[in-house]
């Protein structure tokens, strides 16, 4: 048995996992980088260990450093969580070596499928169905080029040492392909420090679902039913749901006994994924397989009432399987969303600074919120942006759907953008809803789901102007003199002398300025905005404060708020305004810098056109890494690129001025 588990990893997977040992009565250890000192996984935590600075080869990568962490806590087994060194192998040997438990595949599972060509070849030979493609060590790009030709366009470039999306391209045509490769290769080799890639035939309109499989040192395997996770932005999953929707149980046992078939062929034990395409006549094709713990496997939980990190911790301590493949039953419906800092309206930017608010829906048995930050933490440009996991459980898919659509409505973040209202999009989407999903969903819909929502509306004027109103009040009470209990700045009721106060504030709501105008009475706060679209230009908040109730000309609905950096944060009806205020506008104008800023923290990749080249509106200026990903820069309009202020390989600050830009007259 376990005693003492030391987690390798940080954020809401460490504490998904400190949570079950706690229950299980198996002391943890985690470790942290400096920029995690005082994250939520190492509160958590029995004990903590420092690794090192920020950066993850620093830190959460570095080998040697983990485990010295467990020979110096006693800890007698590892468990890795996902990414960092779940799925590298010499991190396995470097546990066994040390005689501590990897909670994981074997090493040499592992790298049976850490390169996605050997997997296809594996997979071939143990039946497994596979899609068109090449899997071969030449990289040459003319022999690359040659075997997409062969394929057929659209084909699929993979980069075969990882997955998450990265090292990923779509090429349509043979034009296209060089750009592709280069740009493909060099982010492989970013994230995985491999380029070598692999070419498939791209498969229209498919979905992505997967198999959860389980096996035990004795040779025993399960499969816990499937996952569909076909709604995707840039290869990144977005919406994960279990039972995949209209699966038939004849195809259900199909895939789950082609994705054990997978998993006997490289001596698996423990947690894997099996992750298939599925086209429309129903027939599957192996993707590749994930030998850990997957991002979505709380909705697994959900729909069979286990524990996998449980049943993780008993296979590695040489226990069987708690349960028999006829001993599983699907039990209801489950979704998840991932939460990101991410701005929907700016290309899905990651998004940095600290959470001024992080407030969950309420958890339940239906409802459930696996996180590692709270309410004061920073989100960093170090580590993946997510904020956290919403999963949630109902007797049939629509239940849970409705489930999940509340639980967004009542999440509150503020301080970041994030991602709620670009989700309630997707999952209230009519073709979402009726379970008619692919891989190419959002892009399919890209019009509805994809909208900016950068109007105000009548509520969101009420809402902030009585915000404001609250806001002075509390702030006037603040400076009354403490000793004079009689002051009427005490009362706060905003009576006057035979006039009504007036105010004027000027607001930025997501790129537009606007004015609102409020007058302050016993009944509550009547507000004027000119700029609304609407016919309703005005109307009357009164804040129930003490009860979060707001009436808003007449009408009870939830309100809460929070004080930002630069404005406020309101919580209103299930929607989320977050504003600045502005300096009155005088009318003053100056010489504005002209030139492109870095969206965000993160290091130059490569420039893409020379000095003083001459460019169209569009065109690819720049490429930066930042949080794992790579972000192109691009000319907001035509114009000429008067010099680079930054260089391949230099790590920038976001808001710093990369690029002089002068537009074309």
């Known amino acids: 048995m376990i005693r003492k588990l030391l987690i390798a ?25 400096d920029a995690d000192a005082d994250a939520l996984h190492v509160q958590m935590a029995d004990e903590a260990v420092r690794l090192g600075p920020p950066p993850a080869k620093a830190s959460y990568l570095d080998m040697e450093k983990v485990i010295d962490a467990a020979r110096q806590t006693g800890a007698d087994a590892i468990h890795p969580g996902y990414g960092f060194l779940s799925e590298n192998a010499e991190f396995c040997r470097a546990c066994d070596r040390a005689g501590i438990v990897f909670v994981g595949p074997p090493a040499g599972a592992i790298e049976a499928m850490g390169s996605k060509s050997a997997a296809k070849r594996i997979m071939e030979e143990a039946g497994v169905p596979l899609v068109p493609g090449y899997h071969g060590t030449n990289q040459d790009v003319h022999i690359l080029e040659g075997h997409a030709n062969r394929i057929g366009y659209p084909v699929l470039l993979k980069a075969a040492a990882g997955g998450g999306g990265k090292g990923m391209r779509r090429v349509d045509s043979a034009e296209e392909f060089q750009d592709a490769l280069a740009a493909a290769k060099r982010e492989a080799m970013n994230a995985f420090g491999d380029d070598q890639m692999l070419l498939e035939r791209y498969v229209v309109s498919p979905r992505h679902v997967e198999i959860q499989v389980f096996c035990d040192q004795q040779g025993k395997g399960v499969y816990l039913f499937e996952r569909d996770c076909s709604v995707q932005r840039r290869h990144q999953k977005v919406v994960e749901e279990a039972p995949a929707p209209g699966l038939s149980e004849e195809l259900r046992a199909r895939m789950g006994e082609a994705a054990l078939r997978a998993a006997h062929a490289i001596g698996y034990t423990g947690a894997g994924t099996v992750e298939f395409l599925l086209d429309a006549s129903g ?23 286990q524990d996998l990190v449980a049943w993780q911790l008993a296979v590695a301590a040489g226990e069987p399987l708690p349960l028999g493949q006829d001993d599983l039953h699907i039990l209801g ?21 600290t959470l001024v608010r992080h407030r969950p829906p309420k958890e339940s048995e239906s409802v459930r919120v696996d996180t590692g930050v709270q309410s004061g933490d920073e989100i960093s440009v170090h580590y993946d942006p997510m904020i956290a996991k919403l999963i949630c459980h109902g007797r049939s898919r629509k239940e849970a759907l409705a489930k999940l659509d509340r639980a967004l409505q009542e999440y509150q973040i503020a301080g970041v953008r994030h991602n709620i209202e670009f ?4 999952i209230n989407h009519r073709a979402f809803a009726s379970g008619r999903v692919s891989t190419h969903f959002i892009g399919d819909y890209e019009a509805d789901i994809l909208q900016q929502e950068q109007q105000l509306t009548p509520l969101k004027c009420a809402a902030i102007a009585g915000y404001l109103h609250m806001r002075e009040t509390r702030d006037l009470r603040a400076s009354a003199p403490a000793a004079d209990p009689h002051s009427p700045w005490h009362s706060g009721d905003d009576w006057r002398p035979g006039i009504d106060a007036r105010r004027v504030h000027s607001i930025d709501y997501r790129g537009h300025r606007a004015e609102i105008a409020s007058v302050a009475g016993a009944g509550g706060v009547h507000w004027q905005c000119d700029a609304l679209q609407s016919d309703c230009k005005s ?3 009164r804040i129930l404060p003490e009860r979060e109730l707001a009436l808003v000309d007449g009408r009870r609905v939830s309100f809460s708020w929070v004080d930002t950096a630069c404005g406020g944060a309101i919580f209103i009806d299930g929607i989320q305004v977050e504003f600045e205020l502005l300096p009155p506008d005088i009318g003053e104008s100056g010489d504005q810098a002209h030139g492109l800023e870095a969206p965000m923290n993160g290091t130059i990749i490569a420039l893409l056109v020379a000095p003083g080249a001459q460019v169209e509106k569009d065109q690819p200026l720049l490429v930066m890494e930042a949080m794992k990903m790579e972000h192109t820069l691009r000319a907001p309009t035509a114009g000429k690129v008067q010099q680079f202020l930054c260089a391949e390989g230099e790590l920038v600050d976001g808001g710093s001025l990369l690029i002089d830009f002068a537009e074309e007259e």
């Not at 027939?283 to 009432?305: D, K, S």
């Open 9 to 33: 990893n940080r954020g809401e997977i460490a504490c998904r996992i400190i949570k079950t040992a706690r229950r299980l009565g198996v002391a943890t250890v985690a470790v942290y980088s």
């Open 283 to 305: 027939a599957f094709y192996f993707m590749e397989m994930n030998t850990r713990l997957q991002v979505e496997h709380p909705v697994t939980e959900m729909i069979t009432g």
């Open 333 to 353: 419906h489950a979704f998840e969303v991932r939460i990101y800092a991410e701005d929907p309206d700016n290309d899905f930017l990651p998004a940095t600074g």
């Open 423 to 426: 989700l309630r999009r997707v």
């Open 539 to 541: 109307g009357e908040i």
